[in-house]
């Protein structure tokens, strides 16, 4: 099992059904295991801040709503 398998099946198993991302190489293979599965909705961002955003409007629907993207070097 990869880690990013293994980061959404924890993510599923803590009722996580919304995720926002913004494009990364790093995070490339955890944003494809994302996408595979139909449990989470997946909605990618350009920016960081637009993430930021879609988790707020996510919080006022009441949905889990965890942002994936990677301190720049």
Do not use: W, Y
Request: aromatic share 2%; charged share 20%.
């Amino acid at each position: 099992m990869s880690i990013s398998s293994k980061l959404v099946d924890d993510f599923i198993a803590n009722d996580v059904s919304f995720i926002t991302t913004v494009p990364s190489k790093q995070l490339a293979g955890v944003i494809d295991e994302v996408d595979a599965r139909p449990e989470i909705h997946h909605v990618p961002a350009t920016t960081e801040d637009e993430g930021m955003g879609l988790c707020a409007a996510a919080l006022l629907g009441a949905q889990h709503h965890p942002i994936i993207l990677t301190h720049p070097p």
